[in-house]
Nanobody, 120 residues
Framework: QVQLVESGGGLVQPGGSLRLSCVASGSIFSIYAMGWYRQAPEKERELVAVISSGDSIHYRDSVKGRFTISRDNAKNTMYLQMNSLKPEDTAVYYC??????????????WGQGTQVTVSS
């Protein structure tokens, strides 16, 4: 089994910053893509940013220039540095990992989510 633990969410004023972390542990042979998604109340879950095993990165347009995704492969950890936060960034942020387990089976996992609230 694989566990994903997210941290770093919270309440921040507009213009502020937060750094989210996602640590993957368990039956992990290798990790392909890692990504951050978010879901605001009464809205569908949407992709925020994704980073591949080769460090290819994609951001949704609304966060380009403000958010930075990165990963530490040695620690099976992914980060999302969020700067210049706006109220519309308020959502539950989810970590998603696409990996091979020790049986060489490919699986996709979700974290439990961390709340990010941007408000004055």
């Amino acid at each position: 089994q694989v566990q994903l633990v997210e941290s770093g969410g919270g309440l921040v004023q507009p213009g502020g910053s937060l750094r989210l972390s996602c640590v993957a542990s368990g039956s992990i042979f290798s990790i392909y893509a890692m990504g951050w998604y978010r879901q605001a109340p009464e809205k569908e879950r949407e992709l925020v940013a994704v980073i591949s095993s080769g460090d290819s990165i994609h951001y949704r347009d609304s966060v380009k220039g403000r958010f930075t995704i990165s990963r530490d492969n040695a620690k099976n950890t992914m980060y999302l540095q969020m700067n210049s936060l706006k109220p519309e960034d308020t959502a539950v942020y989810y970590c998603n990992v696409d990996l091979l387990n020790f049986l060489k089976l490919r699986h996709n996992y979700w974290g439990q989510g961390t709340q990010v609230t941007v408000s004055s």
